[in-house]
Every structure is written in C-alpha cells, then in structure tokens.
T-cell receptor
C-alpha cells in the first residue's frame, strides 16, 4: 500500500484566500484524522471521522475551518478565508483499529499564509 | 498545564549510547501509550504502543509505562545516526479516538 497520501505538499497563499487540503487514507482504514503541527502548540487534533462520519470536531479552531469525507478514500480540509495564523503543517492520519491507537500519518501539507 | 509534558531537548549522544526519552502526564484516565518518531519534513511514524502498564520491547527499543507515577519512557539501545529524529509520546483514553501528543524531544546521534 502507498500509505496515506496528502496533497499538495506545499501551499503558499495570501490572506483571505480559500485553501483546500486533500487526503487519501490507507485502504481499509475506518478512521481518518486531521492534525495540525506548529512550533508553539505541537501536534493538535482538529477533527476525526469514523466510517466517513465526523465524530469529534472540537479541535477545529473556528468556523473558517471545515472538513468533509464524502467516501472512504477521500477527505478534504478547507480553510476559508485563510489567515497568517493558520500557517502550519497539516497532517492527515488513518487507522484500522477500533480504538484508533495506531495512527499512520501522511507526509503533511506545509501551509504558508502571507 | 499541559496534559502531556515532554522535555524538548535537544538531546545529543554518541553512536552506541543508550538513550532515555520520557514523558509525564496528568490524567490517570489515559490507557494507551504510544511513541512516534518523526524525521524532518515527514509525518510521525508509530514506533511502539502499550496498553496500560508494563514494558514492551521491540528490537533496540523498549517502552515502559508507570501509571502510578504517570510517567512513560522510551529506551533506545545501541543508538545509531539513523535514530536522529524527533520522538513524540502520545496517549489516549479507551473508547476515544483522540490521541494527545507531547511536544517531542529532538535527538541527534553523532557518529
């Protein structure tokens, strides 16, 4: 398996623009997680899905952030409008475990909002 | 106060040394304890996971959990330059998908 695939690897955009990050989880994994990593706050969970259904979105910073999982092989994280403080590395991870304790991470999207 | 505390280092050791990495936590409800390794510009990679207390060994890596002290450790024996990375501890409750991560310890193993 190719692992968790994220795109794009790098995104540079201007404040106010819409940003869409994409993720393809490992086939057969029922859980999908979106994490954000910054120097100041470390690795933070934004939202996670089980069988395409959002289970916990309490980590989503505000209404500017939204995530969808239309099918088992694709998820998006959208920021609209983007702000400089959204600059971070965004990771997608998937898990096959009922408890989700073994996460398989993608390589991340480095987002820079100018 | 953070739920999970981890010394950020950096930690620098010579090749072949035994490395000890540690995390403390405040919530006794954590039941799963994980260690991830993250190379520069890559996603974290799961190294070890332990349920509840005890030790777990996998090759050169040993994970220990002491729930009475709310303290977990990762030991690396015969460290190699390829072990140079950031090591993140993570913990989660039973029946909860969310893993809470430490901030990571940056390790450099010098040849």
């Amino acid at each position: 398996d190719a692992g968790v695939i994220q795109s794009p690897r790098h995104e540079v955009t201007e404040m106010g623009q819409e940003v869409t990050l994409r993720c393809k989880p490992i086939s057969g994994h029922d859980y999908l997680f979106w994490y954000r990593q910054t120097m100041m706050r470390g690795l933070e969970l934004l939202i996670y899905f089980n069988n395409n259904v959002p289970i916990d979105d309490s980590g989503m910073p505000e209404d500017r952030f939204s995530a969808k999982m239309p099918n088992a092989s694709f998820s998006t994280l959208k920021i609209q409008p983007s702000e400089p403080r959204d600059s971070a590395v965004y990771f997608c991870a998937s898990s096959e475990d009922r408890e989700g304790e073994k996460l398989f991470f993608g390589s991340g999207t480095q987002l820079s909002v100018l | 106060q953070k739920e999970v505390e981890q010394d950020p280092g950096p930690l620098s050791v010579p090749e072949g040394a035994i490395v000890s990495l540690n995390c403390t936590y405040s919530n006794s409800a954590f039941q799963y304890f994980m260690w991830y390794r993250q190379y520069s510009r890559k996603g974290p990679e799961l190294l070890m996971y332990t349920y509840s207390s005890g030790n777990k060994e996998d090759g050169r890596f040993t994970a220990q959990v002491d729930k009475s002290s709310k303290y977990i450790s990762l030991f690396i024996r015969d460290s190699q330059p390829s072990d140079s990375a950031t090591y993140l501890c993570a913990m989660k409750y039973i029946n909860a998908g969310k893993s809470t991560f430490g901030d990571g310890t940056t390790l450099t193993v010098k040849p």
